[in-house]
Nanobody, 130 residues
């Protein structure tokens, strides 16, 4: 059974860094598009970053461009979200997600189409505060 598990969240001061991990099990992450999303209580889930199944295309929300970086490690069957220069407004629960089939979103990933992502992790909380 396909499963995604996020880790790496925590409390960090403004300007600090965190690296979130998304461990896949039950399927090979290589060949899948991956999206990272976040949600603040009382608000909808928003796209943060995504990488296409070809690994050639990445996309970022305007609010995190030049601060966050998405990557995949096929050998570890894991995806990452490196977050630098964190701001209080980055505080949220962060989720990783994958589409139903390998090869979906091959040339480009869709950051704002949550309906294209079938498998979701349980989320990891990030709090940015002094």
């Amino acid at each position: 059974q396909a499963q995604l598990v996020e880790s790496g969240g925590g409390l960090v001061q403004p300007g600090g860094s965190l690296t979130l991990s998304c461990q896949a099990s039950g399927f090979r992450l290589d060949g899948y598009a991956i999206g990272w999303f976040r949600q603040v209580p009382g608000k909808g889930r928003e796209g943060v970053s995504c990488i296409s199944s070809s690994d050639y295309y990445t996309d970022y929300a305007d609010s995190v461009t030049d601060r966050f970086a998405i990557s995949k490690d096929a050998a570890k069957n894991r995806a990452y979200l490196q977050m630098n220069n964190l701001k209080p407004e980055d505080t949220a629960i962060y989720f990783c997600a994958a589409p139903l089939r390998a090869g979906d979103m091959f040339t480009r990933c869709e950051l704002n189409r949550l309906d294209l992502y079938e498998f979701w992790g349980q989320g990891t909380p990030v709090t940015v505060s002094s």
